[in-house]
């Protein structure tokens, strides 16, 4: 493998078949889901990351839409079933390891399931405003926090308060 410029762009190549390697980000997508004003967190159960909390979400399967993701993912991980309402926003996750990540994350309902931390998850809980865990793994799923709690304040709103 070589180096070329491709408009400014550093990439690799093979000088015998003409192979390029394209280094680009994976898809991702997950559910932002409410219940009684808390929001649902997965705290990891594998690294990278172990032990920190993420919003239930995971890289995109080879012919799989996004949408689909963000719903097979939030059963493996919650035992939850969803239906999903719209998009809430996109990130880039630039600080994951294993690749960078362009991740995609819908509003959900739940409408099924009984809540059960499973796969990829060792605990999954709801989560008021104030409960919000201090070790959130990506910088993407903090961004999500702040928007959230910016641009969406009434989700987080109880009959209590």
Not at 105 to 124: H, I, P, T
Request: proline share 6%.
């Amino acid at each position: 493998m070589k180096n070329f410029n491709d408009n400014g762009q550093k990439r690799r190549y093979c000088p015998n078949c003409g192979f390029v390697h394209y280094k680009n980000p994976a898809p991702a997508a997950g559910c932002v889901v409410f219940k009684d004003g808390k929001l649902l967190w997965v705290e990891r159960a594998h690294e990278p990351k172990v032990g920190y909390w993420t919003i239930p979400a995971g890289f995109c399967e080879w012919e799989e839409n996004p949408a689909e993701t963000a719903v097979r993912e939030l059963k493996e991980e919650t035992n939850l079933d969803v239906e999903i309402t719209g998009v809430f926003k996109i990130y880039n996750g630039n600080d994951d390891p294993r690749t960078n990540a362009i991740l995609i994350l819908y509003f959900a309902d739940v409408v099924g399931g009984e809540l059960k931390a499973s796969d990829d998850a060792s605990r999954a809980e709801f989560l008021g405003l104030h409960e919000s865990p201090e070790k959130i793994a990506f910088k993407s799923h903090k961004q999500a926090l702040h928007d959230l709690k910016t641009n969406y304040p009434e989700k987080f709103k109880t009959d209590a308060n």
